[in-house]
């Protein structure tokens, strides 16, 4: 099927070097619009064109399941016609398949993205903050469903960060429920284009994919939302969806639901629950179930009839049609989502019923939108919630049907005061997010997530009878599967239990110590973690991740988790799939000229990874869109030679090793490491410049290498070693030669500022010309390095990328260094 008028406008205007902010209704294809000029360029256009990677984020997990197996197929039929492969796979929370952002087109939630790029990643650990950045800046970004990134903490870190990256890397941003003042600002500060340009192009939105012919009409219910008013003959359809604002008012609708139907002795009715607080098994069969039943449309659905009760984590992505939907009342941006689950298809017809929920005093309750005693920021929410029940009751809205046009002008109605409160005070704060956000990526401090990707206010729970004991909680207190609760929730749930008979009620985990390594191992190691009994409710509060008693939670596949006394000791323990675990890295000897020659293989030569299964993109590739705009921009009349600059820091990055102790290190592993092959002489001639030893990483062998002195660092020694020569590699560039230095300090940890004294190797000269020479350097470049006397009277702090506002593109410079070194270094050893 060919494109949409819209969809090609968008094409155009990516491939031709503009971003874009696109604005369509649910169903209208969105996502396609931003992909097609991805997949043409990435199958018919050379790599200097338009990037070889796109990153796809989403802001919930189940969005990014749910597009990789659509893209899946895709890109199959695209490979069969053009014979290359696009790697496609999964980077969040539940699936961390992608660590390194590896494949061609990754599916992401925005946390993850953000924090690549703040150098405070996720799914790696402290010493490979930096191997991601280059990523994202080297990358066609994609973010989605802007509208529900939070405006105070994800959405001002997204403009932030596209701000920065405007000049180098091609982005589109999409929503279907944002205020025209608010598109048209968005555009202005992000140098971007809004699609559709004009109102007749809005206008034509209402004739394209799912929105052909639908009918969808609204009713305002002053009454909360009930069972009654589900089951209510005049309200009933045969698929009818329910949303609830919070888990524990959909898990009592449900079980009230459940036993009316039964009091009916309706026993046809199929009634099913979803929310967060359930295990991934059950969340993943209920998710199956529901693109099972309600992703078929009306006019060939003939099961039985169904009623899915759930919070918003149905709110968007779940492709799913119904003839009603119910939900209790939200801003009218979220309405709209939930509404997209309503009618979804082409000449579908459906009902929409807003209720109003109100607390035990008979007040309006807006939670989660408004907490009463919390930060005033929620009073934004009450705002939005209080607009939009009163525009709901406006003629123009009531009992008619919703055409986008007539959605924009609700939308616009409620949310453009609120909307210009929000850019007015992200643009207020720019300088200060900034000063945060360079924080973060030089001291790579996860505090400061919680400012800069998303505020969490929940806590990590899992059902253990004994964390004190478990030696994976002692490594990481997230090994097993879990739930985020509102600290509130804990609150009550502990005050509540303080008079039962249990052993303890909750055990929070506390950082015991940071392990230490050296530097090759440091960046794979972590925290290590001690589990506490808490002595008073409030302790909650401050805690980061907790264990409740079997006895004190409830747990099945109908309700999923709740508080509530149970006879149970113990409950089963799901160990979470995926996580950070650190790999075990083996090692072949090598000499120095033959690993260097290894780095210049991996950078320019794909190959198949049998670890992940995954032909992975070849890194010269992967950066030769990025290095082009640098070329053609940032370095335009400063003549630095990139590629040169790259094969620099290859030969230079590790001469730290070409030190008399580091040498002695590995001539003396090698003299030992024969007794694990049968007594095998495994030892090297005195002039071998080894740049690795041979090393199978079991246990045995650590054990041994512990017992050894501790290997010599030498990546701050080779960053120092290396300044002259790289000075001339980058044609005296200041900000070129900062970035490369700055590289080669820190790839083994993103935190490397200093070096120590050492003595060259009498070999090491001769070595280093002959590694010169395997990537067409000029040999004689040795001289630089070995002229230079490591005595550590110079500061390598001072050679190292500032990380200020001035320094923006040099930082971006470096970002890219460091994940191409990195990369380039560790799948030289794969064999």
Request: net charge negative; glycine share 6%; proline share 5%.
């Amino acid at each position: 099927m060919g494109l949409y008028p819209y969809q090609t406008r968008v094409k155009e205007l990516i491939q031709s070097g503009k971003s874009v902010i696109l604005q369509a209704p649910t169903g209208a294809g969105k996502t396609r619009a931003a992909l097609s000029p991805f997949i043409e360029s990435f199958f018919d256009r050379p790599p200097e064109t338009f990037p070889r990677k796109c990153i796809y984020s989403v802001p919930m997990r189940i969005l990014a399941n749910q597009f990789k197996e659509e893209y899946d197929g895709l890109a199959g039929s695209y490979e069969k016609i053009f014979q290359r492969t696009m790697a496609i796979s999964i980077q969040t929370g539940d699936h961390p398949d992608d660590t390194k952002l590896e494949s061609n087109l990754v599916f992401a939630t925005v946390d993850q993205t953000l924090s690549n790029f703040l150098n405070i990643p996720y799914a790696l650990g402290r010493g490979s903050a930096n191997v991601n950045a280059g990523a994202i800046l080297s990358s066609y970004l994609v973010f989605d469903e802007l509208h529900l990134y939070d405006p105070d903490v994800m959405l001002p870190s997204v403009l932030g960060m596209l701000r920065w990256l405007r000049d180098t890397t091609p982005f589109i941003v999409m929503t279907a429920t944002f205020s025209s003042n608010m598109l048209k600002r968005l555009a202005d500060a992000l140098g971007a284009v809004v699609v559709p340009e004009n109102n007749p192009a809005r206008e034509g939105m209402q004739d394209v994919g799912t929105q052909i012919g639908k009918q969808r009409i609204f009713q305002r219910c002053d009454t909360p939302l009930s069972a009654p008013e589900i089951l209510n003959p005049e309200k009933r359809g045969r698929r009818m969806i329910c949303i609830c604002n919070t888990v524990e008012r959909a898990q009592r609708l449900f079980q009230d639901v459940k036993e009316e139907l039964k009091a009916k002795g309706d026993s046809k009715t199929q009634v099913r629950l979803i929310h967060s607080r359930f295990y991934k098994d059950d969340r993943d069969e209920k998710e199956r179930w529901i693109r099972d039943q309600f992703g078929v449309p009306q006019n060939t659905y003939d099961g039985p009839p169904l009623i899915l009760i759930a919070t918003q984590v149905v709110e968007v992505g779940v492709n799913a049609t119904c003839d009603v939907l119910h939900t209790e009342l939200a801003p009218a941006s979220s309405i709209f989502q939930r509404a997209g689950r309503c009618a979804r298809f082409e000449y579908e017809s459906g009902r929409v019923f807003v209720y109003l929920p109100r607390d035990e005093n008979g007040e309006p309750d807006y939670t989660p939108y408004f907490l009463k005693g919390q930060s005033h920021k929620t009073e934004r929410g009450k705002r939005l919630c209080e607009a939009t029940w009163q525009a709901l009751a406006h003629p123009q809205f009531q009992n008619t049907h919703m055409s986008f046009s007539l959605e924009q002008d609700l939308i616009d109605a409620v949310h453009t005061p609120v909307d210009s409160e929000i850019l007015d005070g992200i643009q207020d704060n720019e300088r200060g997010w900034l000063e945060d956000a360079l924080r973060a990526m030089r001291e790579q401090e996860q505090g400061l997530a919680s400012e800069l990707i998303r505020n969490v206010n929940t806590r990590f729970v899992v059902v253990h009878p004994n964390p004190e004991t478990d030696e994976h909680l002692a490594k990481n207190p997230w090994y097993y599967e879990g739930f985020a609760l509102q600290p509130t929730t804990l609150y009550r749930a502990f005050k509540e239990s303080s008079n039962l008979d249990v052993p303890w009620i909750m055990q929070e985990a506390c950082i015991l110590r940071d392990r230490v390594s050296d530097e090759e191992t440091s960046a794979r190691q972590g925290s290590e973690y001690k589990w506490i009994k808490l002595s008073a409710e409030n302790d909650v509060f401050t805690a980061i991740a907790l264990a409740v008693h079997p006895q004190l939670a409830q747990y099945d596949k109908e309700l999923g988790f709740r508080f509530g006394w149970s006879d149970q000791d113990e409950m089963k323990l799901h160990k979470r799939q995926g996580g950070r675990n650190s790999p075990d890295y083996g090692y072949h000897r090598e000499t120095y000229a033959e690993h260097i020659a290894g780095l210049y293989a991996a950078y320019t030569q794909s190959f198949f990874d049998e670890t992940t299964k995954r032909q992975l993109l070849t890194l010269s590739d992967e950066v030769a869109y990025v290095l082009h705009k640098f070329a053609s921009g940032f370095l335009s009349n400063k003549e630095a030679n990139l590629d040169q600059v790259i094969r620099a820091m290859f030969v230079c990055h590790d001469i730290g090793k070409l030190n008399v102790e580091w040498q002695k290190w590995a001539h003396t592993w090698q003299r030992r490491v024969g007794t694990f092959h049968d007594g095998k002489d495994m030892s090297v001639p005195k002039d071998y410049m080894a740049a690795h030893t041979d090393f199978d990483a079991s246990k045995e062998q650590k054990e041994a290498q512990r017992k050894l002195s501790k290997r010599p660092n030498h990546a701050g020694e080779g960053a120092m070693a290396a300044a002259d020569l790289l000075w001339s590699a980058c044609n005296e560039n200041k900000s070129v030669w900062s970035a490369a230095i700055t590289a080669i300090a820190r790839h083994h940890h993103a935190a490397t500022d200093g070096y120590k004294p050492f003595k060259y190797h009498p070999a090491a000269q001769h070595a280093f010309a002959e590694a010169l020479r395997t990537i067409n350097l000029d040999s004689t470049w040795a001289d630089k390095v070995f002229a230079w006397t490591p005595d550590g009277t110079e500061g390598l702090s001072k050679l190292l990328v500032d990380f200020t506002p001035a320094e923006k593109q040099t930082i971006l410079l470096y970002f890219l260094f460091s994940r191409v070194l990195r990369l380039a270094d560790q799948r030289s050893q794969i064999d």
